[in-house]
């Protein structure tokens, strides 16, 4: 299941007038001083669009965790090991999301980042951190 898309931004006010053109709704507009980012959802039928205004904006070539496209999974570390083995390149191993739930990072063939979440509230190993 899709869960979000994100994307990193210039200007969070500029995107929120324009997607509102097109229907969205504005779910969060935070501004987060200890990631020196501003962070934007936008609620539309069936999904959401993730918006990181950084304070200081990436190179536009620069691979970045906030551009991603987000799953969630039913089988977490099935999922994991069977990238793994796979050979696929992980971003990020396996950690706790702000929301809580386990979560992993890969690129795709493309080298588009994925963020992996898992669909259970259960707690991760203390073996499996950062």
């Given amino acids: ?3 979000h898309v994100s994307f990193i931004t210039q200007s969070a006010d500029q995107i929120i007038e324009f997607y509102l053109l097109l229907g969205a709704q ?5 501004t987060r001083p200890e990631e020196a980012l501003r962070r934007l959802v936008l609620q539309f039928p069936g999904g959401t669009l993730q ?3 950084p304070s200081v904006p990436p190179e536009k070539k620069q691979s970045n965790w906030m551009e991603h496209i987000a799953f969630v999974v039913e089988d977490f570390d099935a999922l994991h090991d069977t990238l793994k083995a796979q050979g696929v390149t992980f971003t990020r191993e396996k950690t706790r999301s702000p929301g809580g739930k386990r979560m992993f990072f890969v ?3 493309d080298d588009r980042q994925l963020e992996i979440l898992e669909s ?3 707690m991760m190993r203390t073996s499996v951190e950062r």
Avoid at 26 to 30: F, G, M, N, P, R
């Fill in 107 to 109: 690129l795709d063939p």
């Fill in 1 to 3: 299941m899709l869960k």
């Fill in 26 to 30: 504005v779910l969060k507009d935070e």
């Fill in 51 to 53: 918006f990181f205004q």
């Fill in 120 to 122: 259970s509230g259960r």
